[in-house]
């Protein structure tokens, strides 16, 4: 799929701003999720995004993007500084969104960072694949219970519903990263009955790519943006990974900041 056409706010683009990324947020904080989950590291969030999950926890990348326009230059400077403060250092990098792969310039930002010596993750939802020096792709394929229905729709009226369900997954794509790179497969989970579609789609990626796909590999993590519901998803996604051999994963920065943004 093209992969600029979803790019909202992209027509405020400065005609100057060659290089430049769509930022959202850039902070230092704790890696909340995934093997890496405790791990000190800098965020670096675009704006925009070619899904629209009707739970997803950074709205304002996607729903309503907002953003600064920030040369790669300035990007990787703003990174070294939160990276060395006096309030805590970081050799982690996260590149998320939004979906960081739409951007063509998100390739220039991660060799800059690799060539600075910082681990990089990069937080996709799987359908845009991209040659880079990524040290982990933390890919969350999005399951039909993410698909933005009338009912769920956050702006209620269902018009992302149809692009949503045609787009949230990419099998070519998900394969090629899963061959590329170090990779975990991360799940959002609302309920039980998103077990059965985790288990066909993580068929459906160990038959398209080379690399092997183990089920310590395989993430499943408690939907849920705020403490309160977290407590009513927690305990039922930890049985769930345990019942099929899957790892659990938290969300630590919600567990510790709720939902605080820059966390």
Known sequence: MP???????????????????????????????????????????TSGCNLRCWFCDSYHTSWEPTHAWMGVDEVVDAVAERARTDHGRADHVVVTGGEPMIHDEVVDLLERLDAAGYHTTVETNGTVYR??????????????????????DPKGDGEWADRHEDRRVDIEALARLVDAYETQLKFVVTDRDDVAEIERLVERVRAAATATV???????????????????????????????????????????????PGT
């Open 3 to 45: 992969v600029n056409d979803a790019v909202e706010g992209a027509a405020d683009r400065p005609a100057d701003a060659e290089e430049a990324l769509p930022v959202n947020e850039l902070f230092h904080s704790l890696q909340g999720e995934g093997k890496l989950a405790g791990v000190p590291s800098v965020f670096v969030r």
């Open 131 to 152: 040659d880079a020096p990524i040290d982990l792709a933390s890919v969350s394929p999005k399951l039909a219970s993410s698909t933005p229905t009338a009912e769920r």
């Open 214 to 260: 183990a089920d310590s590999d395989v993430l499943l993590m408690p939907e849920g943006q705020t403490r309160e519901r977290l407590d009513e998803t927690r305990e039922t996604v930890a049985e769930l990974a345990a019942a099929y051999g899957y790892r659990y994963t938290p969300r630590l920065h919600v567990d510790l900041w709720n939902d605080a």
